[in-house]
């Protein structure tokens, strides 16, 4: 058992989310309310949320950081998709902004960014314009074979 010191109710270590920065042992906060500091973090800022995002993932990557939120520009419409842009209320979504990292090596710094989909970020991952290109190519193919067949 352990209590969460932001609601004060001591609940089973299930309730707990394991703790990514040390990579051993829990989380302070329970589920439900760390859930809830999110929510309202990410839908009131979004920004505030991606830059949390960011600064984890580049630790763990062992990748430069250095933007703040005057270095993300969120668009309307993802530049990539064409699909309107929005702030999920709890989860990730396709249509979520989401940050990119242009040059994925050189990491979340400032002049390699921009802000995408989340589902062309996650299409692109860390593949080369070339394996993009290439994937695109022989899925293209193949639904073109599929359907004559049909």
């Known amino acids: 058992m352990k209590k969460c010191p932001k609601c004060e109710i001591e609940k089973d270590e299930k309730e707990f989310y394991p703790d990514r920065t040390r990579k051993k042992g829990l989380q302070s906060k329970c589920k439900d309310c760390d859930n809830l500091m999110r929510k309202n973090s990410h839908t009131n800022n979004p ?12 630790k763990l990557k062992k990748i430069p950081f250095d933007i703040t939120e005057e270095d993300i520009f969120i668009p309307e419409i993802c530049p990539v998709l064409g699909i309107p842009l929005k702030v999920s209320e709890i989860y990730v979504s396709h249509n979520s902004p ?3 990292r242009i040059i994925p090596s050189k990491g979340y710094v400032k ?6 989909s989340y589902k062309a970020n996650t ?3 860390n593949a080369t314009p070339e394996e993009i290109i290439a994937v695109g190519q022989f899925y293209k193919k193949l639904l073109e074979v599929k359907e004559s067949e049909t």
């Open 111 to 116: 002049g390699n960014i921009i802000v995408v």
């Open 47 to 58: 920004k505030k949320g991606m830059i949390r995002n960011c600064r984890l993932t580049s």
């Open 98 to 100: 989401s940050i990119d």
């Open 123 to 125: 299409i692109k991952n």
